[in-house]
């Protein structure tokens, strides 16, 4: 299923011969961390990655550039299929010069792309993102449970923790830098728990 969408979107978006043949696409977090030498947010339903073309120690040869995409395999077949459009769209606009950042899955011009792409809404694409995520965040807390919720004794706000922190640490929200005024401290709550 997944060839056939990776065939299907790379058609729509006109990703050449030529760049598909320098793209690796696995669905192991592990070996995808090979490849980039960075480990995946546990959040994260695909990645994509571009790594450029190295010199190697002739300067008459050149390793090519390559296209490396992570798609988390234990989706719904439909978030499936939007999240291979959607690594693609990364692929493209690397491909046609343009590479873009997220400033808000879902809601910025990534997601409008994505919509037309695929066809699908985009109140349908934030469902799928809001379903797929909530269900990554129940399978975080059952290999890592909220232990510590700290608290801010100035404006009250609350940071669930699963560790404690190494050392004082104060409200982002107070003060950007460190303020000891503003110094988190665990909640009764926590302790009870």
Same mark, same amino acid.
């Given at each position: 299923?997944?060839?056939?969408?990776?065939?299907?979107?790379? *058609?729509? #978006?006109?990703?050449?011969? $030529?760049?598909?043949? #320098?793209?690796?696409?696995?669905?192991?977090? *592990?070996? !995808?961390?090979?490849? +980039?030498?960075?480990?995946?947010?546990?959040?994260?339903?695909?990645?994509?990655?571009?790594?450029?073309?190295?010199?190697?120690?002739? %300067?008459?040869? %050149?390793?090519?550039? &390559?296209? #490396?995409? !992570?798609?988390?395999?234990?989706?719904?077949?439909?978030?499936?299929?939007?999240?291979?459009?959607?690594?693609?769209?990364?692929? =493209?606009?690397?491909?046609?010069? +343009?590479? &873009?950042?997220?400033? $808000? $899955?879902?809601?910025?011009?990534?997601?409008?792309?994505?919509? =037309?792409? +695929?066809?699908?809404?985009?109140?349908?694409?934030?469902?799928?993102?809001? /379903?797929?995520?909530?269900?990554?965040?129940?399978?975080?807390?059952?290999?890592?449970?909220?232990?510590?919720?700290?608290?801010?004794?100035?404006?009250?706000?609350?940071?669930? &923790?699963?560790?404690?922190?190494? %050392? =004082?640490?104060?409200?982002?929200?107070?003060?950007?830098?460190?303020?000891? *005024? !503003? &110094?988190? !401290?665990?909640?009764?709550?926590?302790?009870? /728990?």
């Amino acid at each position: 299923m997944i060839e056939r969408w990776l065939i299907y979107y790379a *058609q729509k #978006l006109q990703l050449s011969e $030529h760049e598909l043949r #320098l793209l690796a696409m696995t669905q192991d977090r *592990q070996e !995808f961390a090979r490849w +980039t030498g960075k480990r995946l947010n546990i959040m994260a339903l695909g990645c994509y990655c571009y790594l450029p073309a190295r010199k190697s120690r002739s %300067q008459h040869e %050149q390793s090519s550039h &390559r296209h #490396l995409i !992570f798609i988390e395999p234990d989706m719904q077949p439909i978030s499936l299929e939007v999240t291979i459009a959607h690594e693609l769209i990364h692929m =493209a606009d690397r491909v046609n010069g +343009t590479p &873009r950042r997220h400033r $808000h $899955h879902g809601y910025d011009a990534i997601a409008v792309d994505e919509a =037309a792409v +695929t066809g699908y809404s985009m109140e349908e694409l934030r469902v799928l993102l809001l /379903q797929e995520s909530e269900r990554r965040e129940r399978i975080r807390r059952s290999r890592r449970p909220i232990r510590y919720i700290y608290e801010c004794p100035h404006c009250g706000k609350s940071y669930p &923790r699963t560790r404690k922190y190494s %050392q =004082a640490v104060s409200c982002s929200s107070c003060d950007r830098s460190y303020n000891p *005024q !503003f &110094r988190l !401290f665990i909640s009764k709550s926590a302790e009870a /728990q």
